[in-house]
């Protein structure tokens, strides 16, 4: 596996920034109420494309403003057996509130086939099809950025920027090694234009 990094070999960045986040979150209120949804949860919850695509009624605590993820990428325990990792990761109550009226979350909780059953039943290519669609009319420019991994690095600068200690993003984030949730806060560092819009916001 590739060292992970936020720039690539040109320089270019390979994550959103503040203000192509909140573009996207404008077209994205625009939009039909799964294309909505899907597009909010890569903002707010910095999953994969793969995870989401997993993701169950099951997966989302209403009252706990939470939404469990289960990563693809197995990892040995204490005993060496190998097994998913789940991790929580804390949403905004407002996003919550659209995903339950959207998808009928309470409804689908109570049966137990349809709280197994992915919220967005659709394959990785056809979710990249919606993503691109909302990026371009989002003006996001056709850059190494614009693509569903901007959305996680997006997240992660997002959480560095606005005071998420490095333990707890990478937590959220599944990371195994701190030093990977490490180049968020390096990325901050090259774009502090970021944190300037911030303290004069």
């Known amino acids: 596996m590739g060292e992970m990094r936020l720039y690539n ?3 270019y960045r390979l994550f959103l920034d503040a203000g192509e986040r909140a573009a ?14 899907l ?16 993701i169950t009624p099951a997966q989302v605590d209403l009252e706990g403003h939470t939404v469990t993820l289960r990563s693809l990428k197995k990892r040995a325990d204490a005993s060496g057996r190998l097994g998913h990792v789940f991790r929580s990761v804390p949403v905004p109550p407002d996003y919550l509130d659209t995903l339950n009226t959207a ?13 197994s059953s992915p919220i967005w039943p659709i394959g990785r290519g056809r979710l990249w099809q919606i993503v691109k669609r909302i990026l371009i009319e989002a003006g996001v420019p056709d850059a190494p950025q614009r693509s569903p991994k901007g959305f996680r690095h997006g997240f992660g600068v997002h959480a560095i920027v606005t005071g998420v200690p490095l333990h707890m993003l990478q937590k959220w984030m599944g990371h195994a090694q701190l030093s990977t949730t490490a180049i968020y806060a390096d990325a901050v560092g090259k774009g502090e234009q970021d944190i300037v819009a911030r303290m004069w916001g």
């Open 24 to 37: 996207i979150l404008a077209v994205a209120r625009r939009a039909c109420a799964r294309d909505r949804t």
């Open 39 to 54: 597009i909010e949860t890569l903002l707010f919850t910095g999953c994969r494309a793969s995870e989401l695509v997993e």
């Open 9 to 11: 070999r040109a320089g």
């Open 103 to 115: 998808h009928d979350l309470r409804a689908a909780q109570r049966s137990v086939r349809r709280a």
